[in-house]
């Protein structure tokens, strides 16, 4: 496998290199959901097989060429004027595990990660993470359980 993979698999399979305590808190906090698309994906995966199978050369085409349009369809752009976000950036020690440690504080307390980024800035041995919500009281309640850890905590309007 190692003689095969390109790049794109390395971006496709990062949640691999990820802290397994942060992913299995978020698969089962989402337990129902992911298991509806796990579904919905095993029935794709099987008609696809059955396609191959019975050598039905136009439908999967037909398949890819669909999936090529679907995703050319997304656009480049960030509505970032449209968007209302509650973000904050947070300190942290450059170590193993800090992202991890952060991530299950939010799951473990009903708090939902909208996104998060790594700001790019290493300077004395410590950088900063950058979190969004998908409310305010999610913002709020994210500074009150990271300052109460001690944790430098910024506010981003």
Same mark, same amino acid.
């Given at each position: 496998?190692?003689?095969?993979?390109?790049?794109?698999?390395?971006?496709?399979?990062?949640?691999?290199? /990820?802290?397994?305590?942060?992913?299995? /808190?978020?698969?089962?906090?989402?337990?129902?959901?992911?298991?509806?698309?796990?579904? /919905?994906?095993?029935?794709?995966?099987?008609?696809?097989?059955?396609? #191959?199978?019975? !050598?039905? %050369?136009?439908?999967?085409?037909?398949?890819?060429?669909?999936? =090529? =349009?679907?995703?050319?369809?997304?656009?480049?752009?960030?509505?970032?004027?449209?968007?209302?976000?509650?973000?904050?950036?947070?300190?942290?020690?450059?170590?193993?595990?800090? #992202?991890?440690? #952060?991530? &299950?504080?939010?799951?473990?307390?009903?708090? !939902? #990660? %909208?996104?998060?980024?790594?700001?790019?800035?290493?300077?004395? !041995?410590?950088?900063?993470?950058?979190?969004?919500?998908?409310?305010?009281?999610?913002? =709020?309640?994210?500074?009150?359980?990271?300052?109460?850890?001690?944790?430098? &905590?910024?506010? %981003?309007?």
């Amino acid at each position: 496998m190692h003689l095969l993979a390109a790049g794109g698999f390395k971006d496709i399979t990062r949640i691999a290199s /990820s802290s397994a305590d942060m992913w299995e /808190s978020i698969m089962f906090e989402n337990k129902d959901d992911i298991i509806a698309v796990l579904d /919905s994906f095993g029935a794709v995966i099987s008609e696809i097989k059955g396609k #191959i199978l019975e !050598n039905k %050369k136009a439908d999967v085409y037909d398949y890819f060429l669909t999936a =090529q =349009q679907y995703r050319n369809s997304f656009s480049t752009a960030t509505p970032k004027a449209f968007v209302k976000r509650y973000e904050i950036d947070v300190d942290i020690l450059d170590r193993p595990g800090s #992202i991890a440690i #952060i991530a &299950v504080l939010f799951s473990s307390n009903g708090i !939902n #990660i %909208k996104n998060m980024g790594i700001v790019n800035s290493r300077e004395n !041995n410590s950088g900063a993470l950058s979190f969004a919500f998908d409310c305010e009281e999610d913002r =709020q309640k994210s500074v009150k359980l990271l300052r109460d850890m001690n944790y430098d &905590v910024t506010v %981003k309007e």
